[in-house]
């Protein structure tokens, strides 16, 4: 963004983001962008025989105990 270090260490993060931002808008626009040009691939779909095994899988690992489960305070997900 072409400033100090004082100047930088100085600012405040949301300035920060704000410049940053705008710097990226710049050089997509001079330059173009990328995501201009191309569009985002849809999202592959899961098969219910690609999601048994990996339901199968992610159970076998945690019976081994080589992946731990972590327990949820209910449906804002904090972790205990």
């Known amino acids: 963004?072409?400033?100090?270090?004082e100047?930088?260490?100085a600012t405040d993060i949301?300035?920060?983001?704000?410049?940053?931002e705008g710097r990226i808008?710049?050089?997509q626009r001079l330059f173009g962008s990328k995501k201009e040009e191309e569009?985002?691939?849809e999202p592959r779909k899961i098969t219910a025989h690609e999601?048994?095994?990996f339901a199968r899988t992610h159970n076998a690992l945690v019976k081994t105990g080589k992946i731990k489960l972590?327990?949820?305070?209910?449906?804002k997900?904090?972790?205990e």
């Open 1 to 5: 963004m072409g400033w100090t270090e």
């Open 77 to 79: 997900g904090k972790v």
């Open 14 to 20: 949301n300035y920060v983001i704000a410049a940053y």
């Open 51 to 53: 999601m048994l095994s």
């Open 70 to 75: 972590q327990k949820s305070n209910g449906p």
């Open 25 to 27: 808008a710049m050089f």
């Open 39 to 41: 569009p985002e691939p």
């Open 7 to 9: 100047v930088a260490l």
